[in-house]
């Protein structure tokens, strides 16, 4: 039998080498993969507990504009596309009057990884992947909730206090924001914006604040004021001194307002 010259040996040892390297690599490859998913699914399950939480909640009770709406859109995209963080948990709900209550949860969910493995998936991939998952759900949720859901009356105080008892919203989550859309005229049994002389609000009612405080230690608010025609300058100027004051005595430890179009 003809013994092997050198080069063949050396060929014979590159052709394993190269074999040996592709099924690493293959192996290498399904072993990221099974590791991204351990991750996404870790990142995307909205019961496991969180260290940020947003909750977005829509004051219905009175329509929006076309306008309104689509600025609400673009404050939303503008969340998405540079505050929110990977594993942060978004909770968009609206108040209006509903068949099942005067609340309803539109959507829940954890803002996916959005970074790319360029071993195991193209950047084209992963933002299919983000989109298909949460991007896309979150917009068709948040044109449902922008529909009008007309009420008698708007309990936002006590919608309030609800939501900052929500799970994935609580105080044991160690950062919280609260964007709330509305137009900040309460309107509940036993107590009505709608009834009280704006400019006096705060000398009037201590004791109303005092009560009705929720849990917001802590929490970072932001309110997309809706003007109404018929409140001038000084009354919008009462009704934000008012829910600022609401807002601080339940322990938000930031409150920011902006007005809507």
Not at 146 to 157: D, F, I, K, M, W
Not at 229 to 258: H, I, M, Q, T, Y
Request: with cysteine.
């Amino acid at each position: 039998m003809k013994r092997l010259g050198t080069q063949d040996r050396v060929g014979i040892a590159l052709l394993a080498f190269v074999f040996l390297a592709l099924v690493g690599m293959l192996a290498l490859q399904e072993s990221l993969r099974d590791r991204n998913r351990r991750i996404e699914r870790a990142d995307v399950d909205p019961t496991l507990p969180s260290t940020r939480s947003t909750l977005l909640l829509l004051d219905v009770t009175d329509p929006l504009s076309a306008v309104q709406a689509e600025a609400v859109r673009r404050r939303l995209g503008e969340m998405e596309a540079f505050e929110f963080q990977r594993g942060e948990l978004v909770t968009l709900c609206s108040i209006g009057q509903y068949p099942d209550g005067d609340a309803r949860s539109w959507f829940r969910a954890r803002v996916p990884d959005r970074s790319v493995n360029a071993l195991v998936e193209t950047a084209s991939r992963r933002a299919a992947r983000v989109d298909s998952i949460f991007s896309r759900p979150l917009r068709e949720a948040l044109d449902q909730a922008l529909q009008p859901s007309t009420a008698e009356r708007t309990g936002l105080c006590a919608a309030i206090k609800e939501a900052a008892d929500l799970e994935g919203f609580g105080p044991t989550v160690p950062s919280r924001r609260l964007v709330l859309v509305s137009d900040l005229l309460e309107n509940a049994p036993g107590f009505s914006l709608y009834r009280v002389p704006l400019d006096s609000t705060l000398q009037a009612l201590p004791g109303w604040l005092r009560r009705h405080a929720a849990n917001l230690q802590g929490v970072e608010v932001e309110v997309l004021e809706v003007p109404r025609p018929n409140l001038d300058a000084s009354e919008r100027s009462a009704l934000r001194a008012f829910w600022k004051a609401f807002f601080e005595r339940s322990g938000a430890r930031a409150v920011r307002f902006r007005r809507l179009p």
